[in-house]
């Protein structure tokens, strides 16, 4: 068992890698129509800094949160996909509501043991859904439950900033970027508003998926 695991409960393990982890098949920018101006900001700053960590050092090496925010519906988990396709990463597919009532009472494990097995299978990208219902505002009201998940995620998410070697990519998408906690906000380096598809996005929209059907148009 890899050292990183060792306090790591098997059965966490497990439902990790039979429910987190996505073998996605190839992405690439073609299967995603439109966002021009998104794709070349994720290349310049997020792929190549991750497929070349040895020339992008410093302020200029990879971002260690990616925050995607923007109308439901406009390709926020197929972006996350295509970057962990591109940049040769493993892929993680999380949703917070799964943590924080799927769970129940096992969540600040179930974090813990995510993060530790994204280490031991890095590059790793950690795409976590709906993200502001698990980083929300306090409130005085919050569920103690919840607010040990927050807590735990929060320290994994610096713990990947500080350690240099942490090859982990923390992508976060949300159509609710208001309610996500401030200090957690912050954390995110970069912030991408993903729109609804434009006129021409629309229409490669629709010739890819015209593409995979066996039609006569």
Not at 69 to 84: E, S
């Amino acid at each position: 068992v890899d050292e990183r695991l060792k306090n790591i409960e098997p059965k966490m393990i497990e439902m990790i890698m039979n429910e987190m982890l996505d073998k996605t098949p190839t992405i690439t920018w073609d299967d995603i129509a439109g966002l021009e101006h998104a794709k070349a900001t994720i290349m310049e700053s997020v792929i190549w800094p991750m497929q070349r960590p040895d020339i992008f050092t410093g302020l200029r090496g990879p971002p260690k949160g990616l925050l995607l925010y923007g109308p439901p519906g406009t390709g926020k988990t197929l972006i996350g996909k295509c970057i962990a396709s591109q940049s040769g990463a493993t892929f993680f597919n999380i949703s917070s509501s799964s943590l924080t009532s799927k769970w129940i009472g096992e969540g600040e494990k179930m974090v813990r043991a995510l993060f530790a097995v994204a280490r031991v299978h890095q590059p790793s990208v950690i795409f976590v859904d709906e993200i502001d219902s698990l980083l929300t505002q306090r409130t005085d009201g919050e569920n103690e439950a919840n607010r040990r998940i927050k807590t735990e995620f929060l320290v994994q998410f610096d713990g990947c900033g500080t350690n240099a070697e942490d090859r982990i990519l923390l992508i976060g998408a949300t159509n609710r970027p208001g309610e996500i906690d401030e200090a957690a906000r912050r954390r995110f380096r970069k912030k991408l508003y993903i729109p609804l598809p434009d006129e021409g996005a629309r229409k490669s929209l629709l010739m890819n998926l015209l593409k995979k059907q066996c039609n006569i148009l």
